[in-house]
């Protein structure tokens, strides 16, 4: 189901993306999706589950973060994120189930009210009353990962303070999170881009992390939102040079 590459498979919906990597020692999965993505996981792997070893976020945004609590407490998968959003991991949402966007969705939902589609599935998913947090989580950094895989660590803050990006040189893949995405339902663009500001922390700071991706080795660039986009990350960080901020 939805081998995008060798050992590579995509899962989530249309609204959101996250991703399975066959290792030599077991798998691992970059980012955990909303809670409700718990179904098509189950149903994917059966009993060969428990051999998800680490779990990596690019970051820990409320769309991104679904199932970790639920397979660290579960299977005992090791959830891996950058020390800047470690914070945000721990206590996702407020007690009363409150979340907040950068900056108020309200100017995006009146230029383009289909802004709230993505929001409104969240809600449906269990985003905002089921996602557990991650008391415990290991801090990644730049460099080689010892997780199935052999993922490299590339840090780029900018949309959270501690977005990480995700190499597979041996897969051909380069998992960007959303410091680059090819779908912003939120403006309704489509194509590599940063994601709007209504999300990003720094869109200036977004940009720039860019250019530590634009050298990788690469056949495709898998984002968090969006399809995946065919071609080397310098091209994608190309065309998001060229989209700019909005
Ligand atoms: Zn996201």
């Given at each position: 189901?939805?081998?995008?590459a060798?050992?590579?498979?995509?899962l989530?919906?249309d609204?959101?993306?996250?991703?399975?990597?066959e290792?030599?020692?077991?798998?691992?999965?970059?980012?955990?999706g909303?809670p409700?993505?718990?179904?098509?996981?189950?149903a994917l792997?059966?009993?060969?589950?428990?051999?998800?070893?680490?779990?990596?976020?690019?970051?820990?945004?409320?769309?991104?973060?679904?199932?970790?609590?639920r397979l660290?407490r579960?299977?005992?998968a090791?959830?891996h994120?950058?020390?800047?959003?470690?914070?945000?991991?721990?206590?996702?949402?407020t007690?009363?189930?409150?979340?907040?966007?950068?900056?108020?969705?309200?100017p995006?939902?009146?230029?383009?009210?289909?802004?709230?589609?993505?929001?409104?599935?969240?809600?449906?998913?269990?985003?905002?009353?089921?996602?557990?947090?991650?008391p415990?989580?290991?801090?990644?950094?730049?460099?080689?990962?010892?997780?199935?895989?052999?993922?490299?660590?590339v840090?780029?803050?900018?949309h959270?303070?501690g977005?990480?990006?995700?190499?597979?040189?041996?897969?051909?893949?380069?998992?960007?999170?959303d410091?680059?995405?090819?779908?912003?339902?939120?403006?309704?663009?489509?194509g590599?881009?940063?994601?709007?500001?209504?999300?990003?922390?720094?869109?200036?700071?977004?940009l720039?992390?860019?250019?530590?991706?634009?050298?990788?080795?690469?056949?495709?660039?898998?984002?968090g939102?969006?399809?995946p986009?065919?071609?080397?990350?310098?091209?994608?960080?190309?065309?998001a040079?060229?989209?700019g901020?909005a």
């Open positions: 189901m939805n081998e995008i060798t050992g590579v498979r995509r989530g919906d609204a959101v993306n996250f991703f399975l990597i290792g030599e020692a077991g798998l691992t999965l970059v980012d955990a909303l409700a993505h718990y179904r098509q996981l189950a792997l059966g009993p060969r589950i428990r051999d998800i070893r680490a779990v990596l976020l690019t970051h820990a945004h409320i769309d991104h973060i679904g199932l970790a609590g660290h579960e299977i005992g090791d959830v994120v950058h020390a800047g959003d470690a914070a945000m991991l721990a206590r996702p949402v007690a009363n189930g409150r979340w907040k966007a950068e900056r108020s969705l309200l995006y939902a009146l230029r383009r009210p289909a802004a709230l589609r993505t929001p409104l599935h969240l809600a449906t998913h269990g985003a905002f009353w089921s996602t557990t947090p991650v415990a989580s290991v801090a990644v950094v730049d460099g080689v990962l010892a997780v199935p895989g052999r993922p490299h660590v840090v780029v803050p900018g959270t303070a977005s990480a990006a995700f190499h597979f040189p041996e897969h051909g893949v380069l998992c960007t999170g410091a680059l995405v090819t779908d912003d339902s939120i403006i309704g663009r489509r590599p881009r940063i994601v709007c500001r209504a999300f990003t922390a720094d869109s200036a700071a977004a720039r992390s860019l250019d530590a991706l634009a050298g990788l080795d690469a056949r495709l660039v898998l984002p939102h969006g399809a986009f065919a071609g080397s990350p310098a091209a994608a960080v190309a065309a040079h060229a989209a901020t």
